[in-house]
């Protein structure tokens, strides 16, 4: 049987045609969707401070240059540091969060040095001028004071103890906070920022600030240690990428740097990562992108567990206070946003930059 297409078959057929190209450009931009759907279109950047670890290895360095390659979406007041068990002593910790910030051409965000105790052996000390980690957390009350209009989100990437001891010394800042902390296997134990000082951590649960955590969770899919990168696609697509800079920076390995892009490079070379192929987790960057876009992981309330010293919750589910528990990040749309905000980073910045010369 033969079909003919009247006029109105015809219009018909050119309606569907273009309803199926239509489809495909829509699934080809779900990000895009994603944003009209999602998107608060008046939406302010987010008052941020970063606490972190900088200096353990590469995830921290990555998530200030991606955090700095997104100003639409957040105002970085300062970054406060902390000692970890790697990574050196405190000085390096913050050494290494100002050579990013300067690679970034951001010289005006000045860095904060935090404890490199733990709270158990600060905490007696807190009524003094100065102590571990008095700078961090004088900046974190200071900040937290002039938030009154809106929360201040701390976003803590590596152990508690500059939150817990600001909360300690002023726990009249708590309502003006939001502490997104990433860490611990909840509701398995232990975790390397966890055990760092798993009593901060509890100190903060036992506050009434508000509380989010993003979960670690190493071997399993549903943790930001699925948030994999990889050394080769590092190499491919952001080598040169960031704000050239004028003055180049000496990187931890003493070799001199013009531009973020190249310093990442090289602290892949520095921590390649195990497994074919070739990767490490993108801890601190998921969390960053699960602040910018709320919707690329699954967020739940839960009544705020306790935690033992050795790392070990204990749930309390008549408790009435609540936190925030994040699992199953989008990891292929996090690490295409970051791949995308580095590459609008530099075609930006290296424009500016080109202008003043
Ligand atoms: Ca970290």
């Given at each position: ?12 057929k ?39 670890d ?23 007041k ?83 103890t ?25 509701p ?19 506050s009434n ?15 930001t ?25 000496a990187?931890?390995?003493?070799k ?16 390649p ?85």
């Amino acid at each position: 049987m033969q079909i003919k297409f009247t006029g109105k078959g015809l219009a018909l057929k050119i309606y569907i045609l273009m309803s199926v190209f239509c489809l495909i450009s829509i699934v080809s931009s779900c990000m895009e969707v994603e944003e009209i759907l999602f998107e608060d279109k008046n939406r302010k950047p987010i008052q941020l401070i970063l606490d972190s670890d900088t200096n353990n290895e590469l995830d921290d360095q990555h998530a200030i240059a991606y955090l700095l390659s997104n100003d639409k979406y957040f105002n970085l007041k300062g970054i406060t540091v902390n000692k970890t068990s790697f990574g050196g002593s405190i000085e390096d910790q913050a050494v290494e969060a100002e050579r990013v910030l300067l690679l970034c051409a951001r010289q005006d965000i000045a860095v904060f040095k935090g404890a490199a105790g733990n709270y158990q052996q600060i905490k007696e000390q807190i009524t003094t001028p100065e102590f571990d980690g008095s700078e961090a957390v004088d900046f974190i009350i200071e900040s937290a004071k002039s938030s009154e209009q809106e929360k201040l989100v701390i976003l803590a990437v590596g152990k508690l103890t500059n939150v817990a001891l600001a909360l300690l010394k002023e726990p009249s800042i708590a309502a003006n906070l939001r502490i997104v902390w990433l860490g611990s296997h909840y509701p398995d134990s232990r975790e390397y920022n966890l055990i760092n000082d798993a009593l901060a951590v509890a100190a903060v649960l036992r506050s009434n600030v508000e509380f989010e955590l993003m979960t670690v969770r190493e071997g399993k899919s549903s943790g930001t240690a699925n948030v994999l990168v990889y050394t080769e696609e590092i190499k491919n697509k952001i080598q040169g990428n960031g704000p050239q800079i004028v003055n180049p920076i000496a990187g931890r390995n003493g070799k001199l740097f013009s531009n973020f892009g190249d310093y990442s490079v090289s602290l892949f070379d520095l921590f390649p990562g195990a497994g074919s192929p070739q990767g490490r987790s993108f801890f601190d960057v998921a969390a960053v992108a699960i602040l910018k876009k709320p919707y690329w992981a699954e967020k739940v309330e839960i009544p705020a567990p306790s935690l033992s010293e050795d790392g070990k919750w204990t749930e309390q589910p008549d408790n009435p206070r609540k936190i925030v528990f994040w699992e199953n990040f989008e990891k292929n749309k996090i690490m295409q946003d970051f791949y995308r905000s580095m590459d609008e980073f530099s075609l930006q910045k290296t424009g500016a930059s080109d202008s003043r010369s």
